[in-house]
């Protein structure tokens, strides 16, 4: 009413200045007049009043305005001067005003009152002010209100970036995880619901575009299987129906292939009495491909899964149960109860069984595994089953209910374990017999080597003397019982040379094999001590060798990897097979013999992380007797491996780096050898008892043996025979004196095994002057040069010898070497 009344009312100017409107009474006459300034300065509304026209003054500010925007009357004496300041922007300045005036128009002229418009002003403080403005017009003045927004403008801004914050978490929800998101709607009195979002992950999944999605319902479906189908649409309509939770798998045609899927919903009902359901679509055919390879695995490997409940004590076992005990395979489980069960378990395991059962029922263990026996019911024979057994179910109280496991029949495992820990027994056995025979080999070697030597001498005296005894009978039978005392020497010596190295059978081997064979006999302690593995390039390759003898090398060998380490830090040992076609190191073995060139061979390595060995050691490490472990060594393993390698033909390269390891190589033949060939030069033809005093005429010999006697018995021999002989024990001297004047000497006689330069050696450096001098080995044990040709010797002859043999085989050397020279 007071509204309309002013809006009547004509303004008045008071004798004092003050603008003042009638008021009506309420029997509608006219009352008191009303002060309009301070009623206006009142009102909690920002308003400003101006006069009429462009740039015409500004007549009030209330303290409203002042206090929301900071500008007073005298900030905006005029509405020119709040166009400037409130709209800064001219070209925005131009269209506010504009406007401002076009509504001041509108309604003096059709006296109707337009809505406010929202405007964007500058306060005082240079802030920017989202506003309402809206206009009322007295007589000849404008009344001017301003609603501020901008806190409202603030708040729906936050309002939408929490809305866009939700929808962008919805869509990494949806369009970035693994499984497919969707909604479906269920209208009131529909039969079917229908898609209301689906993610793009959903598409994808079925293959649909966002069009056949919000379509027909049935454009989905049809991406399910055809024999899948029926039963879903089943489960569907009857959720639909029930307004229930919605679960189900099916396979999927879609992107070219088959796949299984697991659709998951829960429902909620709408105001409008419609129903929709929330869910997600999961690709879950990796899991049906690992329960078809679980199946097959049970299947072929005899195992079953059971579960036992502990309250009612039954035994539920799966379908394959029927295959784990001898019979066909059943589409169908069985339940019986656990008693029945454990009457089927070998006596001697069934106490094993029970406690670990027991120990599951109280809680005391989340999981067993065990090994058991139990009677197959169809042969009666006990069979070796192995369970991996845990608690599936509890109660409230956290105490299992429910137990279940899988139970695997391992039968033929174990038959072959124990198959094979009786071979390994035995290859133990042979391993240790072969050990002994070659330490007793090595010992009658050396006694063999020593009693050829001492025979030599006899045998050498007796046949210089016996020319010199012609006539003298008396002296006659003496030599000559001398002489059949050194032949029964000989042939007891050629009988303990049979202990040296009998000839073993050979056969095609598997490498790795042998390999695995070998670290089984280290012992566990040592395997684990220091790691010791296996790694094979590919399926072993074949070896010709004996096991035996391959096992004595390859354990020889890894136990010293093992030992090379210290008690603080031990070593780490490697068995590798090397790819086929590795060649072997082209330098000079350090055991064995060099592979001819086109020899098929195998390789393997020997690898630690231990100390390294010096060079003073790799230098003596093959000798007799040498060892670096004190009491604990008998210096004769390498010695076997490196006799081992000669016999076999085979070969061991040696790398090591101080502080850093040590390298084994070891190059086996790999295809079955041809004849086994000479290895050393054998005399063919037995030569007269006595050599012809004129057969080494003029010929001037060297003859080097560390046993002087043995030396100088052979220069007698020579000598006899018309030769100049130079006997002496020192090798370095003899190498010596060879180099003085190599033009003097016609031919060496040397020893092979001495201390210092050993006669292949010093054969070699013969080789190297100019001209070269032609050697003839004499040794005891010639076995040790093995099968391979020794090139460094002209000839090689057995200790003892006659000699006739000797100077004949001195005559030849030295007449090749003559005929090479010219």
Not at 70 to 95: F, I, M, N, Q
Not at 388 to 394: F, K, L, N, P, S
Not at 550 to 565: M, R, T
Not at 793 to 814: D, I, M, N, Q, W
């Amino acid at each position: 009413m007071l509204q309309t009344k002013l809006k009547a009312q004509i303004m008045t100017q008071s004798p004092s200045g003050q603008t003042h409107l009638p008021v009506a009474n309420p029997d509608g006459s006219i009352g008191q007049d009303v002060d309009i300034w301070a009623l206006l300065g009142t009102l909690p509304v920002p308003m400003v009043v101006h006069e009429l026209g462009e740039g015409t003054a500004a007549r009030f500010v209330n303290p409203s305005f002042t206090t929301a925007f900071g500008y007073t009357l005298a900030d905006v004496p005029s509405v020119a001067t709040w166009a400037e300041r409130a709209y800064p922007d001219p070209d925005y300045r131009r269209e506010v005003m504009s406007r401002w005036w076009d509504q001041i128009a509108t309604r003096q002229a059709t006296g109707t009152v337009a809505p406010p418009r929202e405007y964007r002003i500058i306060d005082k403080a240079g802030r920017p002010r989202d506003v309402l403005i809206g206009f009322a017009l007295q007589g000849d003045l404008v009344f001017v209100t301003f609603q501020d927004l901008t806190p409202t403008r603030v708040a729906e801004a936050a309002l939408e970036a929490e809305r866009r914050a939700f929808e962008q978490t919805a869509f990494a929800l949806t369009e970035h995880m693994p499984a497919g998101a969707y909604t479906m709607v269920l209208r009131p009195d529909a039969e079917l619901a229908e898609f209301a979002f689906v993610s793009k992950q959903f598409l994808h999944m079925l293959e649909l575009t966002p069009e056949e999605a919000a379509g027909d319902l049935m454009t989905g479906f049809s991406r399910v299987h055809p024999e899948d189908r029926p039963r879903w649409l089943e489960i569907n309509a009857e959720a639909f129906a029930r307004r229930q939770p919605f679960s189900g798998e099916a396979r999927i045609v879609a992107n070219g292939e088959t796949r299984w899927i697991r659709a998951e919903s829960i429902p909620r009902e709408l105001d409008d009495g419609s129903v929709i359901w929330e869910g997600i679509l999961v690709d879950i055919n990796d899991l049906k491909e690992a329960e078809a390879r679980l199946k097959a695995v049970l299947e072929a490997s005899r195992a079953f899964t059971w579960n036992i409940d502990l309250r009612t004590r039954m035994l539920k076992l799966d379908e394959y149960w029927a295959v784990a005990h001898g019979y066909r395979y059943s589409t169908e489980g069985v339940d019986m109860t656990v008693a029945a069960w454990f009457e089927t378990l070998h006596p001697e395991d069934a106490q094993a069984v029970t406690a670990g059962l027991e120990a599951l029922r109280q809680g005391a263990s989340d999981k067993r595994s065990a090994v058991y026996r139990r009677r197959d019911w169809e042969d009666g024979c006990w069979n070796w089953m192995q369970v991996h057994a845990g608690v599936r179910e509890r109660d409230s109280e956290g105490m299992p209910t429910i137990l279940s496991g899988v139970s695997f029949d391992i039968t033929a495992e174990m038959t072959a374990r124990a198959q094979a820990q009786e071979e390994q027994a035995q290859l133990r056995e042979d391993l240790q017999r072969a050990q002994q025979r070659d330490t007793v080999a090595q010992v009658a070697g050396g006694v063999a080597h020593d009693l050829n030597n001492l025979i030599a001498v006899v045998a050498g005296t007796v046949e210089m003397l016996e020319p010199q005894a012609a006539g003298q009978a008396g002296l006659l039978d003496g030599l000559g019982r001398i002489r059949r005392s050194v032949g029964m020497a000989r042939d007891l010596i050629a009988g303990l040379g049979g202990l040296i190295r009998p000839e073993l059978p050979r056969e095609a081997l598997d490498l790795g094999k042998l390999l695995r064979n070998a670290v089984d006999l280290l012992g566990q302690r040592r395997i684990a001590e220091h790691n010791v593995r296996v790694e094979l390039s590919e399926a072993g390759p074949l070896v010709w060798a004996n096991p035996t003898e391959v096992a004595q090398v390859i354990v020889n060998l890894a136990i010293n990897a093992c030992d090379a380490g210290a008690p603080e830090r031990p070593a780490m040992v490697t068995l590798a097979t090397l790819p086929p076609g590795t060649s072997p190191p082209s330098r000079a073995p350090d055991a064995g013999f060099l592979p001819p060139a086109g020899v098929p061979m195998a390789l393997f390595s020997i690898n630690d992380t231990g100390a390294g060995i010096t060079d003073d050691v790799r230098a003596r490490m093959f000798r007799p007797n040498f060892t670096t472990k004190g009491k604990a060594g008998t210096g004769l393993g390498l010695l076997i491996v490196s006799t081992i390698l000669q016999t076999n033909r085979a070969a061991l390269w040696v790398d090591s780096t101080p502080g850093r390891g040590t390298t084994m190589t070891v190059a086996w033949p790999a295809a079955v050898p041809g004849d086994a060939g000479q290895g050393a030069r054998k005399a063919t033809t037995r030569r007269a008892a006595v050599a012809p005093a004129e057969l080494l005429r003029d010929l001037h010999i060297l003859v080097v043996d560390d046993l002087v006697d043995v030396a100088e018995v052979l220069a007698d021999m020579l000598e006899a025979a018309g030769a100049v002989a130079v006997a002496i024990s020192d090798p370095e001297e003899a190498a010596e004196l060879l180099s003085e004047a190599p033009g003097l000497w016609s031919a060496l006689v040397t020893d092979l095994h001495m201390e210092g330069m050993d006669g292949r050696a010093l054969a070699r450096h013969a080789g190297t002057l100019s001209p070269p001098v032609p050697v003839v080995l004499v040794t005891a044990r010639p076995d040790t040069l093995g099968d391979a040709p020794a090139p460094e010797f002209a000839a090689v002859l057995s200790k003892p010898v006659t000699a006739a043999r000797l100077a004949h085989t001195v005559r030849e050397a030295s007449a090749r070497g003559s005929n090479v020279d010219g």
